[in-house]
């Protein structure tokens, strides 16, 4: 009993580092400029304003950064959860020549620094003609080696014998896939979802060489240019952590609504 109460007392601790800046982020959206800047880590206001608030979405275009994020992660969310599952069932099911190469070539991706392919994803963009447009922002990002691979690992632990007997029925690869295998792999589908979700409404780096236009910025280039100061002059942190806890919610809402169907495993796939 000891044990587990200093078990828990240490996770407590643990979750009160994490959670307390975000805390501190929140509070201080709703103090005055003068406020934040005496007193950054109080969590209660002396006065609650909703200044920061009202200048991001009255006279800013975090408006137009918002809707740019929203629609280009809800593209590659998609296109992600298609093609991953596509690449990973075909990885774990279809026996082709060159299969294991392709694999280890996935598997060497996932090790490559992000910041060592910007160039590279900079020239190939502009080469295409991709430069500066929706498609330059969506298109390179609708497969993701990581989500390939855990569909081909989730895939390999569905029993084979569950699509035999669709192909018995007559159905082809396709259909197998569709309609037997994927609706099996919710859980993995939704680990992709929330891990997709999450990369790419996070994603910077990928949209500053991909667009210099301000009508196509995102949330994270626009949040970054708060933070260097473009908009005024000083501190102004209410402002800066108000477009940083918007950016927050809809991450959080995702990941507490589907966080207990995240990998679990799959039951009841064949009845002995």
């Known amino acids: 009993m000891l044990g587990q109460v200093a078990l828990y007392v240490l996770l407590t601790a643990i979750a009160v580092v994490y959670v307390y800046p975000f805390l501190v982020q929140v509070a201080t959206s709703f103090k005055t400029d003068a406020e934040a800047a005496s007193d ?29 994020s929203a629609v280009v992660t809800i593209l590659v969310t998609v296109g992600r959860v298609f093609f991953d599952s596509l690449a990973g069932y075909a990885l774990a099911r279809l026996r082709f020549r060159g299969r294991g190469v392709i694999f280890a070539a996935l598997v060497a991706v996932m090790s490559v620094p992000t910041v060592v392919l910007l160039i590279p994803k900079f020239l190939v963009i502009n080469q295409l003609g991709m430069y500066d447009s929706y498609t330059g922002m969506v298109l ?15 895939f390999e632990s569905i029993p084979v014998s569950v699509e035999e007997q669709s192909r018995i029925d007559g159905a082809g690869v396709f259909r197998t896939f569709w309609s037997v295998v994927l609706p099996m792999a919710r ?51 209410p402002l800066k952590l108000a477009a940083a806890a918007i950016m927050t919610i809809p991450v959080a809402v995702l990941f507490f609504i589907f966080q207990r169907r995240i990998m679990n495993a799959s039951e009841g796939a064949v009845k002995e």
């Open 187 to 237: 859980p993995a589908l939704v680990t992709i979802v929330i891990l997709s979700f999450q990369g790419s409404w996070n994603e910077l780096s990928h949209f500053v060489v991909s667009t210099q236009s301000p009508e196509l910025t995102t949330l994270t280039k626009g949040v970054a240019s708060l933070a260097s100061g473009q908009l005024s002059q000083g501190s102004q942190y």
């Open 140 to 154: 390179p990002l609708l497969v993701d080696a990581a989500g390939v691979f855990i569909m081909k690992n989730f």
């Open 40 to 68: 950054p880590t109080s969590l209660f206001p002396a006065t609650v304003t909703w200044a920061a608030y009202e200048r991001l979405f009255l006279n800013s275009d975090f408006p137009v950064w918002f809707a740019n």
